[in-house]
């Protein structure tokens, strides 16, 4: 099994400016052609798509994604921004997707959750309502010794690079830490939200976080082969790309370029030995 995950992308609605649409529409359209030329079995974001969670954008984005050749399974976990302009209810009926929902492979089982507060510029801090987190406990405890990878926007409490700061994770009275320690076995949670790359690991779980496009042109990749689970990190960055991402930046409503999003090069691999046997080979 190979996974291909995208950070935010924040596309964003911007003016009608000619000029600055044409330089909106190649940039974001490089990376979104960058992000699905990879070969992978699923093509998955992870969250913040769009800027202000309009019906354009997320149409155009979803055109993008649609028009590829070949055609590429999607899936987006719902990113604070995503939630701001369009309602939950909105967002499923155009894109077709469930709000959260799992997925059982021979390898591992996948769950893909929604950590979102809808249309809250004020509170971008992340949250599971009560049905979500009773279903999470399930899923992790039916999920035994088999792999669980979670996939959702914000990052847990004192985890991943920023975390530990207000809104820049789960709030601390919603952090679903409770839950997820529970689990038999190995966990894998990966997650956007704070713009840049970042692995941490606690207890059984490793946690990893990627970076914002409009900061690093990165692709993450997760591998699952033979009882070994790796990330990686293709990186596209140069310096036209960097340029140019500063100038739509520049224009750009709820954005604001971070630094140092690239973090070390710890945060951009790893590989964890999964078979019995071999526990705790990890490196």
Same mark, same amino acid.
């Given at each position: ?112 959750? &929604? !950590? ?7 509170? $971008? =801090?992340?949250?599971? #309502? /009560?049905?979500?987190?009773?279903? @999470? ?20 409490? &004192? !985890? ?7 809104? $820049? =994770?789960?709030?601390? #009275? /919603?952090?679903?830490?409770?839950? @997820? ?36 042109? /990165?692709?993450?990749?997760?591998? @699952? ?59």
């Amino acid at each position: 099994m190979k996974l291909a995950l995208l950070g935010d992308l924040h596309y964003p609605h911007l003016s009608e400016d000619a000029v600055v649409v044409a330089l909106r529409d190649s940039w974001f359209g490089g990376v979104l052609k960058t992000f699905l030329d990879v070969e992978a079995d699923m093509h998955i974001s992870l969250g913040d798509l769009t800027n202000e969670g309009r019906a354009d954008e997320l149409r155009d984005v979803y055109g993008a994604v649609d028009g590829h050749v070949p055609p590429r399974r999607f899936v987006q976990v719902l990113g604070n921004h995503d939630t701001l302009a369009m309602g939950k209810r909105e967002w499923m009926a155009r894109t077709g997707q469930a709000r959260y929902f799992a997925l059982e492979r021979a390898e591992a089982t996948l769950v893909f959750l &929604d !950590t979102a507060k809808e249309g809250r510029a004020d509170d $971008f =801090g992340g949250e599971l #309502d /009560a049905e979500q987190a009773e279903w @999470l406990a399930g899923i992790v405890r039916e999920s035994g010794e088999k792999p669980l990878l979670v996939f959702g926007h914000h990052p847990l409490v &004192d !985890t991943t690079t920023h975390s530990e700061q207000p809104m $820049f =994770g789960f709030h601390r #009275d /919603a952090d679903p830490w409770p839950i @997820l320690c529970g689990k038999r076995g190995k966990g894998f949670y990966f997650c956007g939200h704070n713009h840049a790359h970042s692995i941490v690991k606690r207890e059984q779980w490793h946690f990893i976080q990627t970076a914002a496009c409009l900061d690093t042109v /990165a692709v993450r990749t997760v591998e @699952l082969r033979e009882g070994v689970l790796t990330v990686g990190l293709l990186t596209f960055d140069n310096e036209r790309r960097r340029q140019e991402a500063a100038a739509i930046a520049a224009g750009m409503r709820l954005f604001t370029l971070k630094a140092r999003a690239c973090g070390t090069a710890a945060d951009h691999r790893l590989t964890v030995q999964l078979l019995p046997a071999e526990r705790g080979g990890e490196r």
